[in-house]
């Protein structure tokens, strides 16, 4: 995780984000904090980097890249405002000891953002910041085949603000950010498919991380949301992030996970 302490809105890289519509950074810090116990309080060991003054986007820590067993995918970012987050992350986690894997520099790859996983299969969404090209890299780096998906709605330019698989048999996902075919591709790779309505996605319902049967996502979500977890086996722990909405992010954003 990377701390706000310089969070901003301070240009516009994608349609939540609004000059206009400032940060309010107290509470930023706040609904981060709040974040952060709530992970400690399951038990998730958390690891900080510090967010560079001139980088305000540092602090959606999930596209930096992607972490495995002892190496580290690194990003490549679509926009120059958020290029030197790749470098900062690179320095990080050579420090830890991970070996560092990267793809050519002109293809876009924006880490977890689009690039998830369920344990058993690697899920990769292209079209608005990561490039299709990149799925070939990340398979003979991760020697695991990919399933792909292309994102068509700019408001969900990431996979992990529209497509959440929560365990082998489970996603959650705003169907309106795909085309049919891959609509269709979804139902046949999972047992249950939960669908997010439209108020649901204003909060970034499928923006979440899973630990054990646990769901850590932002506050506000529908009671038939929270209804649909429980059916499947899972609780919700809603944690306010407004602030991060602002500038098109929330829990899953904000969190890098290792694998």
């Not at 709040?34 to 980088?55: A, F, G, M, R, T």
């Not at 792909?148 to 996979?159: G, W």
């Not at 108020?199 to 054990?212: E, I, Q, R, S």
């Amino acid at each position: 995780m990377c701390p706000p302490d310089h969070f901003s809105i301070k240009y516009e890289i994608n349609p939540w984000m609004h000059i206009e519509n400032k940060v309010n950074p107290l509470k930023a810090k706040e609904e981060f904090f709040k974040l952060k116990s709530v992970y400690q309080d399951l038990n998730v060991n958390i690891l900080e980097i510090p967010q560079n003054k001139n980088l305000p986007d540092m602090v959606y820590a999930a596209n930096f890249g992607f972490p495995k067993n002892n190496f580290f995918i690194k990003s490549n970012f679509k926009f120059k405002e958020r290029k030197k987050e790749s470098h900062l992350s690179k320095i990080y986690f050579e420090k830890l000891g991970f070996k560092i894997k990267e793809l050519p520099q002109d293809i876009k790859f924006e880490g977890q953002g689009d690039l998830l996983t369920n344990g058993k299969s690697y899920f990769f969404g292209w079209g608005k910041r990561s490039d299709f090209k990149a799925k070939k890299y990340l398979a003979d780096f991760l020697e695991q085949e990919i399933i792909d998906f292309k994102l068509i709605d700019p408001y969900y330019y990431h996979l992990d603000t529209c497509f959440a698989p929560i365990d082998k048999k489970t996603v959650v996902v705003n169907p309106n950010a795909f085309e049919k075919k891959d609509i269709d591709k979804i139902n046949k790779l999972f047992q249950n498919v939960i669908s997010v309505s439209k108020n649901d996605n204003k909060l970034f319902a499928c923006n979440l991380v899973v630990t054990g049967k646990t769901i850590v996502i932002g506050k506000g979500i529908s009671n038939k949301l929270k209804e649909d977890f429980k059916r499947y086996g899972f609780t919700a722990i809603e944690t306010p992030t407004s602030e991060f909405i602002k500038g098109g992010g929330s829990v899953k954003c904000l969190t890098l996970e290792f694998y």
